[in-house]
């Protein structure tokens, strides 16, 4: 069933969706935005610490479900296995509006100048795509500068003298230190490190006419209760539905994107609520579903001119799959480091993301977030029994007296780490699933190692009396941070969209998203996702031809 | 009245319509008190998970409610769990019977740690262990035994909070809002 033809349909209304359908709605432009999942609220905060979106033990909190939605990972040794939703290995990000800001850390970092030119800053090691992103941090630099204003930042980044150049300060103040904080502040000066606060997309003070945080200890994996964290749910949605030129249409998921007998796109074909197959006609398609879901909708996307999918024609969609390694040490000290003050993550180092001997970028270190009682079950020294009397032990005399610290390695891009459409399973709408191969490039575990120990020093200089690191395996990445799939690019022949974030060969195809992401920083990305959707959405209402 | 008294109430009646209808969900056997479980499953089951996570100053994983955790999720998000259940513990009873001529249950404690160390390096007899691994079956089980012990009490372990005051987390505060539905299938107004 064909429906009215807009102007422009947005698929998925994340941090990239969301924004592209504000401004395109704020410049008069007729928006249709597609979500998979529902709309959730602070109402649907839960504070369930096993039902969430980062303790899955009994099932995702903020979906996708596990009925519908499979996967299937290839392992290293070649086999195969379907996994649910909120298994391990399925990589999920959310299936809300929101998407992932809904729940996230809500960390909001700037990706550094040399972030933006890894290839030419240390050239790409054997067996890895590196390479320098087609636009630079200057170009990008406004709009993070808005992506701050409009979704709100907290945070003070002065006291990091790595940070690039930047006009003006966060809008927000930090939040006032929690205990972690006030022990690793002055043991990390003593390194001569430079520590500083955390920017959040999180509210210290109120803003955008909602509170500030509450500091619970239920934040990250979960909907804020007070909604005192910012994501597009909560910020450029709701505006964009004001504008009167929008329309959220939730539980809607994408089949495929539809083109004409000449191979234009000519809008996007959907499953409704009740499951009816819909088609939405428009002039401008905006894919941005996360790095896994938009490259499984423009390989699903095939045609008789397209046979390979959209943009695929030199096989470079869904490549290059990438998240973030995470490589960070415990430590144990003799007095309580426990304070109960949300949202735990407070501090931050960026003196090893770049110019650390022999290796090619590095990461950002943070203490990381509250850890709710069984999420610390998992995460004992490797001497201690994973049960019995010294795992109990352990945890009752431990669990107030420790402290963990890690960061997201910006890892070397593997052309073989990928997502494909699945040959064989569908999922519940009849439509082939995302298939996920490849692992890690070595060079990639090389740099977690030494983050790892960087950590490790950190918290021994902090006073902690037993330590441990932790390394991650060679298996893919992805998860929350998926990034990669759809690199963006000057040459058609090695990269799918153009530095605006158009599909080449398409003027009128555009994905935003992680997926354009050539590297991933040594960051959380979520706020290079908003400042690239500003970024994109600029250069579409530039190219809008008025009076259409 | 209170408003406090009123949700009480409402609580209170709808706790009672829940239970009633966990009964009628019941696919146990007839005498067993568990919805999924038989009662000697459900007691193997609270052996074992009473030497994951032994009594001592602070309860055990049993007495926190860990058979109850497991067989209420055996009815909903641990579905798909339900065999390996089912096969592990008849093995493990057969385990302990063939080596040791007595139930898990009865066993001293010492002895039920030797044989669970038999399961978790996969030793177990492969005759008696031939419908699933045993290691598989011991890893799910103190998988899920955390979940009860260390998890909220709303899943159904973890009586009166029993882990996070042993570990000095401050309980949870009753905030303003009225968002649980016990009236529902998982108490969720949605």
């Known amino acids: ?548 | 009245m209170k408003p406090q008294t009123i949700r009480r109430r409402k609580f209170l009646g709808a706790a009672a319509a829940a239970a009633a209808a966990a009964g009628a969900l019941s696919c146990g056997t007839r005498k067993s008190p568990w919805r999924f479980l038989s009662a000697e499953e459900a007691a193997a089951l609270a052996a074992m998970a009473d030497r994951i996570i032994p009594a001592d100053q602070d309860p055990g994983a049993a007495s926190s409610g860990a058979v109850n955790f497991i067989d209420r999720h055996l009815m909903g998000h641990f579905k798909r769990f339900r065999q390996t259940y089912r096969d592990g513990l008849a093995a493990l009873e057969r385990t302990a019977r063939t080596m040791f001529g007595q139930k898990f249950a009865g066993l001293d404690a010492g002895v039920q740690d030797r044989l669970l160390k038999l399961l978790e390096s996969g030793a177990a007899s492969r005759v008696i262990w031939n419908q699933v691994a045993p290691r598989q079956f011991f890893d799910m089980v103190v998988g899920h035994t955390m979940q009860s012990y260390y998890g909220d009490p709303r899943h159904g372990g973890n009586r009166d909070a029993a882990s996070w005051r042993m570990l000095g987390v401050p309980l949870v505060p009753v905030r303003g809002r009225d968002q649980y539905d016990f009236t529902k299938p998982g108490g969720r107004t949605a």
């Open chain 1, 1 to 548: 069933m064909s429906l009215q033809k807009v102007n422009a349909v947005v698929v998925g209304a994340g941090a990239g969706g969301g924004i592209v359908a504000q401004e395109l709605a704020r410049a008069g432009l007729s928006v249709v935005l597609l979500e998979r999942g529902p709309w959730l609220t602070a109402f649907d905060c839960r504070k369930d610490d096993l039902r969430n979106q980062r303790t899955t033990a009994l099932g995702n909190g903020f979906g996708p479900d596990d009925d519908r939605h499979p996967r299937v990972v290839v392992e290293a040794n070649g086999r195969e296995r379907i996994v649910r939703a909120s298994e391990g290995g399925y990589h999920n990000n959310a299936a809300c509006v929101g998407g992932g800001t809904l729940t996230y850390g809500a960390m909001a970092w700037r990706y550094m100048e040399r972030d933006f030119k890894m290839r030419s800053t240390y050239g790409a090691p054997e067996g890895s795509t590196l390479e320098d992103w087609p636009l630079t941090y200057q170009d990008l630099e406004p709009y993070y500068e808005k992506a701050e204003g409009e979704i709100g930042v907290s945070g003070d980044v002065s006291p990091d003298p790595f940070h690039a150049p930047r006009r003006k300060p966060l809008p927000m103040p930090p939040l006032p230190p929690n205990r972690e904080y006030e022990i690793l502040q002055p043991a990390a000066q003593r390194l001569g490190l430079h520590p500083f606060d955390i920017p959040m997309l999180r509210n210290s003070v109120p803003y955008n006419g909602r509170p500030p945080c509450l500091r619970c200890r239920w934040c990250v994996g979960f909907a804020c209760e007070v909604n005192a964290k910012c994501g597009t749910q909560n910020t450029v949605i709701p505006q964009a539905l004001a504008t009167g030129h929008c329309q959220l249409r939730t539980e809607c998921v994408a089949q495929q994107v539809i083109t004409d007998a000449r191979g234009r796109v000519t809008g996007v074909a959907y499953f409704d609520r009740d499951d009816r197959l819909k088609e939405q006609p428009a002039d401008l398609v905006v894919v941005s579903c996360c790095a896994l879901e938009s490259a499984r909708l423009l390989l699903n996307s095939k045609s008789k001119l397209h046979p390979n999918g959209l943009g695929n024609r030199y096989d470079w969609v869904g490549r290059n799959l990438q998240g973030h390694t995470y490589p960070g040490a415990f430590g144990l000290f003799e007095f309580d480091c426990y304070d109960d003050v949300g949202p735990g993550a407070s501090i931050a180092v960026c003196d090893f993301n770049h110019g650390n001997p022999g290796l090619r970028g590095g990461a950002m270190l943070a203490n990381e977030f509250i850890r709710l009682p069984y999420q610390f079950v998992g995460q004992l020294p490797p001497s201690v029994p994973r049960w019995g009397p010294p795992h109990k032990d352990f945890m009752r005399q431990w669990y107030r007296r420790s402290i963990g610290v890690k960061g997201p390695v910006q890892e070397m891009p593997v052309f073989d780490a990928r997502v494909q459409a699945d040959p064989k399973v569908r999922d519940y709408w009849g439509i082939p699933v995302a298939r996920l191969s490849g692992g890690k490039h070595p060079h990639t575990l090389e740099i977690a190692r030494f983050i790892a120990s960087r950590a490790e020093a950190w918290l021994k200089q902090a006073g902690a009396i037993l330590t441990w690191k932790n390394v991650p395996g060679p298996g893919l990445s992805g998860g929350q941070h998926q990034a990669g799939t759809c690199r963006m690019g000057h040459d058609p022949k090695t990269s799918v969209v153009d530095r605006y974030c158009r599909v080449h060969d398409h003027d009128n195809l555009y994905i935003v998203d992680g997926s354009v992401h050539v590297t991933n920083g040594g960051f959380n990305p979520v706020l290079t996702i908003m400042a690239l959707a500003y970024w994109a959405s600029a250069q579409m209402v530039r190219s809008w031809p008025a009076g259409r």
